[in-house]
C-alpha cells in the first residue's frame, strides 16, 4: 500500500492488514473500542457495554487484568441466543489483550458491519463469513470506518515529528491540559472528541510557535475524531 493508497482508502480490512506489526496494541484496542461505540444502539445488552467500558479503561491503565477476566466470563453467556451472540461476540473481539490484537480489532470492524446491518432488519447477517462485505449499508459503514482509522494512525508513511518539549511547558503546561481535557470530556455513548476542543488545542499550538501544518490541520479536521487520535496522542506522548 502506498501513502495515496492509504489516504484514499475506504476498506478498513485492507488498512488493518497493512498496519500489522506497525502501530502499538493500545491503538488497535482502541479502533475496536471506536467500532463497538459506532454502534452503541445497536449493543442492547448491558454486559456487552459493560465489556467495551472495561477495555476502554484497561488500555489506558484504568482496568487490571482481573476486570478484564471478569468482564469475558460475564461474556461467555448468551452466546446460544443469536442477537445477543452477535452482541458478544462485538464486545468480546476488543478483549483479545494478548498478542493477536490486530485480529480483534480486524474482527470487530466485520462485526460491527454486520451488527449495522442487523439494525436495518438483516438478520441472516448473524452467520457469515467475516472477510465478505455485504450490503450498501455494511460498505458505507465500513468506508466511515476507514476514517476512524486514519484519525487514530494518521499517514504510517509520515508520522508526526516529536512535540518540541517548549511547547509542553508554554504557558503554565496550556497545551497538554487542553488535550487532556479533549481526551476525557468526550461525547458518549458515541466515544467522539469535541471538535471544538481540538479547535481550540490547534490555536493554542499556532499561538505557542507550532507550525506543523499537518498536525494543527488534523486537530482542525471536522472529521471523526475519537480517543487514540494521533495528534492528541502525540501531544500527551501516548503511543
Same mark, same amino acid.
Given at each position: 500500500?502506498?501513502?495515496?493508497?492509504?489516504?484514499?482508502?475506504?476498506?478498513?480490512?485492507?488498512?488493518?492488514?497493512?498496519?500489522?506489526?506497525?502501530?502499538?496494541?493500545?491503538?488497535?484496542?482502541?479502533?475496536?473500542?471506536?467500532?463497538?461505540?459506532?454502534?452503541?444502539?445497536?449493543?442492547?445488552?448491558?454486559?456487552?457495554?459493560?465489556?467495551?467500558?472495561?477495555?476502554?479503561?484497561?488500555?489506558?491503565?484504568?482496568?487490571?487484568?482481573?476486570?478484564?477476566?471478569?468482564?469475558?466470563?460475564?461474556?461467555?453467556?448468551?452466546?446460544?441466543?443469536?442477537?445477543?451472540?452477535?452482541?458478544?461476540?462485538? #464486545?468480546? &473481539?476488543?478483549? *483479545?489483550?494478548? @498478542?493477536?490484537? %490486530?485480529?480483534? /480489532?480486524?474482527?470487530?470492524?466485520?462485526?460491527? #458491519?454486520? &451488527?449495522?446491518? *442487523?439494525?436495518? @432488519?438483516?438478520? %441472516?447477517?448473524? /452467520?457469515?463469513?467475516?472477510?465478505?462485505?455485504?450490503?450498501? &449499508?455494511?460498505?458505507?459503514?465500513?468506508?466511515?470506518?476507514?476514517?476512524?482509522?486514519?484519525?487514530?494512525?494518521?499517514?504510517?508513511?509520515?508520522?508526526?515529528?516529536?512535540?518540541?518539549?517548549?511547547?509542553?511547558?508554554?504557558?503554565?503546561?496550556?497545551?497538554?491540559?487542553?488535550?487532556?481535557?479533549?481526551?476525557?470530556?468526550?461525547?458518549?455513548?458515541?466515544?467522539?472528541?469535541?471538535?471544538?476542543?481540538?479547535?481550540?488545542?490547534?490555536?493554542?499550538?499556532?499561538?505557542?510557535?507550532?507550525?506543523?501544518?499537518?498536525?494543527?490541520?488534523?486537530?482542525?479536521?471536522?472529521?471523526?475524531?475519537?480517543?487514540?487520535?494521533?495528534?492528541?496522542?502525540?501531544?500527551?506522548?501516548?503511543?
Amino acid at each position: 500500500m502506498t501513502e495515496a493508497e492509504w489516504l484514499a482508502c475506504a476498506d478498513p480490512h485492507k488498512m488493518l492488514e497493512f498496519l500489522r506489526d506497525k502501530v502499538s496494541d493500545r491503538k488497535l484496542h482502541l479502533f475496536a473500542v471506536a467500532c463497538c461505540r459506532r454502534i452503541w444502539g445497536i449493543l442492547e445488552d448491558e454486559e456487552a457495554r459493560k465489556a467495551v467500558d472495561v477495555m476502554e479503561r484497561y488500555v489506558d491503565g484504568l482496568a487490571c487484568h482481573e476486570d478484564v477476566t471478569a468482564a469475558r466470563h460475564l461474556l461467555q453467556r448468551g452466546r446460544k441466543e443469536p442477537r445477543v451472540a452477535v452482541e458478544f461476540a462485538l #464486545a468480546g &473481539a476488543a478483549f *483479545l489483550v494478548t @498478542g493477536t490484537a %490486530h485480529f480483534s /480489532a480486524r474482527k470487530c470492524v466485520a462485526m460491527t #458491519a454486520r &451488527a449495522f446491518g *442487523l439494525a436495518n @432488519g438483516d438478520s %441472516h447477517l448473524i /452467520a457469515i463469513d467475516f472477510d465478505v462485505p455485504v450490503g450498501e &449499508a455494511e460498505l458505507a459503514h465500513e468506508k466511515e470506518q476507514s476514517f476512524v482509522l486514519r484519525d487514530i494512525f494518521g499517514s504510517p508513511f509520515r508520522p508526526l515529528p516529536p512535540i518540541e518539549p517548549s511547547l509542553l511547558t508554554w504557558n503554565g503546561a496550556a497545551i497538554p491540559k487542553a488535550a487532556q481535557a479533549a481526551y476525557e470530556e468526550r461525547s458518549l455513548p458515541d466515544g467522539l472528541l469535541d471538535t471544538t476542543r481540538l479547535t481550540a488545542l490547534a490555536d493554542l499550538l499556532s499561538k505557542a510557535g507550532c507550525n506543523d501544518e499537518v498536525l494543527l490541520r488534523h486537530l482542525r479536521s471536522a472529521e471523526v475524531h475519537v480517543r487514540g487520535c494521533s495528534a492528541v496522542d502525540l501531544v500527551l506522548g501516548k503511543n
